[in-house]
Nanobody
Framework: QVQLVESGGGLVQPGGSLRLSCAASGSIGPRYNMGWYRQALGKQRELVAT???????NYGPFVKGRFTISRDTVKNTVYLQMNSLKPEDTAVYYC?????????WGQGTQVTVSS
C-alpha cells in the first residue's frame, strides 16, 4: 500500500516563500507522474503543477513563474517551491502520484498567506 506524506505547509506573510514536500512510502514503480493541486475554502480543487515521469512540467495559469515543481525519483519525492506568495494562494495543497494503473493522493497540507 502506497502512502503519500506531505510536509512544509504553514503560515507565511505575503511575498514570502514555502517549500512543500511529498514523499511516497512503499514501492511505486518507475513510470509515475507527480503533481500538486490545491483547494481553497468554498472552491473546486485546481491544478498547481505537474511533472511527468519524462520530466515535462506543467503549471496552472495563476502560477506565472512563482512556483517550481521538482522531483527526486530515487527518494520518490516531489517538491513545490513557492515564492512571492499571495493571500489568494491560501488553500489546502495536495500531492498526487498517478500512472495508468494507480492514482494516489496525499492527505493535504494547509498553506495560509496572511499578514
Amino acid at each position: 500500500q502506497v502512502q503519500l506524506v506531505e510536509s512544509g505547509g504553514g503560515l507565511v506573510q505575503p511575498g514570502g516563500s514555502l517549500r512543500l514536500s511529498c514523499a511516497a512510502s512503499g514501492s511505486i514503480g518507475p513510470r509515475y507522474n507527480m503533481g500538486w493541486y490545491r483547494q481553497a475554502l468554498g472552491k473546486q480543487r485546481e491544478l498547481v503543477a505537474t511533472v511527468t515521469f519524462g520530466g515535462n512540467t506543467n503549471y496552472g495559469p495563476f502560477v506565472k513563474g512563482r512556483f517550481t515543481i521538482s522531483r527526486d525519483t530515487v527518494k520518490n519525492t516531489v517538491y513545490l517551491q513557492m515564492n512571492s506568495l499571495k493571500p489568494e494562494d491560501t488553500a489546502v495543497y495536495y500531492c498526487n502520484f498517478y500512472s495508468i494503473i494507480h492514482n494516489y493522493w496525499g492527505q493535504g497540507t494547509q498553506v495560509t498567506v496572511s499578514s
